[in-house]
């Protein structure tokens, strides 16, 4: 049996930590239907007797505190909302404990963005972690030496477990139970609460936001030229030359800051036009191709699936 503890941060959403509350004891339920042993005992786990969460909405009684519980072998981080610096400030008491219970071998399971509390603790330093593909510029500025990733919803990094999306912790929970008691039951659970298993990618999802929060007036100016102009088609030589920029120390400098070379960028740029062309207007696909100043269709098609995993029809049948 693995004990898990569900902590109760300050500004944590109600919904995720009962959903993983209800979630584990039913697998408990399949297990007995099966004639097996439950495997989970999961508590609810505070500082306090009582806890605030879903900014001052919600109380909650927990059914143990970390002061008391010395062992766990499973803490899941629930989603947290708000400003994240703040966030971490109110939670900061639950640090120590956690990194105590990795030390001791616990899992950690963090569920979207509850991932920057657990990076806050050093935990993630020098590994991947799956992140919501909108704080993705909030969680890299403020942990550099994690890697953040936007387009995969679940990692899994020697027992710590992170997921990108704000209801992808279901997946990141099937995935979980998967690892501890094998497919079937992963299935099961999938169908008993019909959630769509194998979903592996956040890109049909994104809007591409580019980081502008660097401070480099040169980068900025060449990326608000690309946005203004997405219509035209205009290599980097000629981003250079229009803005008086040697390319060399240009493309060095736009990666630092945005995390993304020159021609990713104006890729990224028009394939979000395409996107939203797609999901509005009656125009054929193809003019929606060359509106973004693309003149080879096929090689726009292969840009659009490496960044959203659909074919232009695809995605409009999805969104529009």
Known sequence: MKHVSILALHDATMS??????????????????????????????GVNATETLGSHLYRINVGNTIERLAKTDVVIIPLI???????????????????????????IVSLCVGSFFTASTGLLDDRRCA????????????????????????TDEDGIYTCGGGYSYLNLLLYIIEKHLGKDLSILASKMFEIDIER????????????????????????DYIETYTGEAFSVDGLCKTLHLGRRNFERRFKKCTGNSVIEYMQRVRVEQAKKQLESSRKTVNEIIYETGYKDVNAFRKVFRKFTNLSPLEYRRKYA
């Open 16 to 45: 995720c930590i009962d959903s993983s509350y209800q979630i584990l004891n039913r697998v408990n339920d399949f297990l007995k239907y099966q004639g097996r042993a439950p495997f989970y005992k999961v508590e609810i786990v």
């Open 81 to 107: 909302c708000g400003d994240f610096a703040k966030v971490l400030e109110h939670n900061a008491a639950y640090a120590h404990w956690l990194r105590i219970q990795r030390h001791n071998g616990a899992e």
């Open 131 to 154: 992140i919501h593909w909108a704080a993705k510029n909030d969680f890299a500025q403020l942990f550099p030496r994690v890697q953040a990733i936007d387009d995969t919803i679940i």
């Open 200 to 223: 592996k990618s956040q890109q049909p999802f994104i809007i591409f936001i580019g980081q502008k929060r660097h401070g480099d007036e040169e980068v900025l100016k060449a990326q």
